[in-house]
Structures are given as C-alpha cells and as structure tokens.
C-alpha cells in the first residue's frame, strides 16, 4: 500500500470514528438581540426541524408568527472536571418585538445539549 493510500484510509477511519463519537442531536445557538439585552438560547435537531429551518432567519419567522416560543436559555458553566462548556440554564419565553434580532452564536466551548 503506498503512503498516499495508507493516508487516506487513516483520514476516512478517523472520519467514521468521529461520526460515531458525535452525539445523535446537536444543538445549535442563536444570540437573541433585544433593546435591553442579549441572551443566547440553543435548539436541537428536532426543534430546528419543528420551526421548519436551521438558520437563524427560521428562529426568527417562527418567533414572530407564534408570538412566542419557549427555549432554552444558555450560558458558560464549569463541567464537574472543571473545563468551561456552554450549557442550558433555564427554559425561558421569547415575546416577538418588532425590535427583536436573532443571530447565529458560535462559542469555544463544548456545547452541553439540553433535555
């Protein structure tokens, strides 16, 4: 087998065993902007299907045509190693406000997925 080849089977049995160590739903962040504040709440997969989008364009159509919507509140928490991940703190009401944004969030930290 030539280098070339053992690389990149390497490459593609590195690709399966991340697949498999990834968790089966995701969440993905939004940044909701307000007058007053910002706070950064996190959907799955299943929740960014229901709202029929994964962008935050989708989060924001579904906010302003229920009015509202509950998510999950997320912020910087120590895991019980110690290592900082961003994770659900609380399930909070989003009202739809004519001055409301809705941004994409991408953090550092390990993402913790909500229940």
């Known amino acids: 087998m030539t280098r070339a080849a053992r690389a990149l089977a390497g490459a593609g049995l590195a690709a399966a065993w991340l697949a498999l160590a990834?968790?089966?739903?995701?969440?993905?962040?939004?940044?909701?902007?307000?007058?007053?504040?910002?706070?950064v709440v996190g959907l799955n997969d299943a929740e960014l299907a229901e709202i029929g989008g994964k962008d935050a364009g989708?989060?924001?159509?579904?906010?302003?045509?229920k009015g509202s919507l509950t998510l999950w509140q997320y912020a910087v928490q120590r895991s019980k190693e110690g290592a900082l991940q961003q994770a659900p703190l609380r399930k909070i009401g989003v009202?739809?406000?004519?001055s409301l944004r809705v941004e994409p969030y991408t953090t550092p930290?390990?993402?913790?997925?909500?229940?």
Not at 22 to 39: G, M, R
Not at 95 to 98: F, G
């Open 22 to 39: 990834q968790p089966a739903a995701s969440e993905t962040l939004f940044k909701i902007v307000t007058v007053k504040d910002e706070i």
């Open 58 to 65: 989708a989060l924001a159509k579904a906010i302003v045509a």
């Open 95 to 98: 009202l739809a406000n004519a």
């Open 109 to 115: 930290y390990k993402v913790v997925p909500h229940e």
